[in-house]
């Protein structure tokens, strides 16, 4: 006795199953809903899907996932171009962009530097973030990237990379998160805190 | 500035935001998956979705999903065609055969009678269950429904349905699930539980 009652319908769980963090039964589920659509809802499903992937294009510039040849961000003119943040994923640029605090330029890397992952800097767009601080349009490159032993490696490997070049490098503050108590946060977070502190402004804010 | 870099990235997410349970955040995850992917991947993924909605079948007899014109179940001699098993959707038809306690047929009614929801008797297959239990060919039919008060209504309407046939009408225990403690059980499931008490067999079992 097969487990499920039509072939169509293990096709599609199977398939549902592949998305990260989908188990066979929200598979399941996933394809039982499905059922419930109109054969058109399920044509523009598909299509959404299958065009994301056969159509999508990056910006020729930072990487980021766009329509066009360069992305909106790269375009805009009134964006500080001297400015240029180094982010893993398009996923970073999003959540960046969510803050509203930074109005220069992204490099998306595509990864990390991960060799349990397979990933080394060859995978990655070093080279033309290398090219970028050659041309001299960027003069300041902040590195954005996951506090991890990744992160920290690709960070290192970066700043090598860029050494023979004028442009500064910086990295994002690390530091007790907003919201925190002092006495839960970790010792190295608190450690790095203290010794980054920042000036205290009347306002109370930092920014 | 739009909250997508992409418009093909915005159409998938929200293609994906229409599955059971999925926001946005989990979307946006499933679609930046889907860039990982081949292209050849995403077709397959694509057309499994669109396959199952576009050439999906129903059993003539039972209504569960088949790839032919009469379900594996249906189809099959040595099963018990005296006995059918009305349940709610194709789910629940999945749950009693992963059992492998009922050797019988199923009826699929495709809902329950839910006023709330716009379901009345009219949209779930009631009618061909009086056919089948008119034909002589069911002996007893067993409702398998949710214990809700929606249930209980479709069992009731079921019942009157089929009073004027022979078929014995019976339906599932309800009572302690196994491995609760009676001190947590409410009270309703525990009366009916002493109400429908089974004899003790020597094996501990009551099946």
């Given at each position: 006795m097969q487990k499920y009652p039509s072939g169509l319908l293990e096709n599609a769980v199977n398939e549902f199953a592949?998305?990260?963090?989908?188990g066979m039964r929200t598979a399941l589920r996933f394809a039982l809903n499905v059922l419930k659509w109109s054969k058109e809802e399920a044509i523009v499903f598909a299509n959404a899907v299958n065009d994301l992937r056969s159509k999508v294009n990056y910006c020729r510039i930072c990487h980021n996932i766009c329509d066009t040849e360069i992305c909106n961000i790269c375009a805009d003119?009134?964006?500080?171009?001297?400015t240029v943040c180094v982010v893993e994923n398009i996923r970073d640029v999003m959540a960046i962009e969510g803050t509203g605090q930074f109005h220069g330029l992204y490099h998306v890397?595509?990864?990390?530097?991960?060799p349990m992952d397979g990933m080394?800097?060859?995978?990655?767009?070093i080279d033309s973030l290398v090219k970028r601080a050659e041309s001299g349009e960027a003069k300041e490159i902040i590195l954005a990237l996951s506090t991890t032993m990744e992160g920290d490696t690709t960070n290192f490997y970066i700043f090598r990379k860029l050494e023979h070049t004028n442009v500064k490098i910086s990295i994002i503050a690390r530091g007790i998160?907003?919201?925190?108590?002092i006495e839960y946060a970790d010792e190295i977070t608190l450690g790095r805190a203290i010794i980054n502190r920042t000036e205290f402004l009347e306002t109370g804010k930092t920014i």
């Open positions: 592949r998305l990260p963090g989908v003119t009134e964006r500080d171009a001297s890397l595509g990864g990390i530097i991960s080394g800097p060859s995978d990655l767009n998160s907003v919201g925190d108590e």
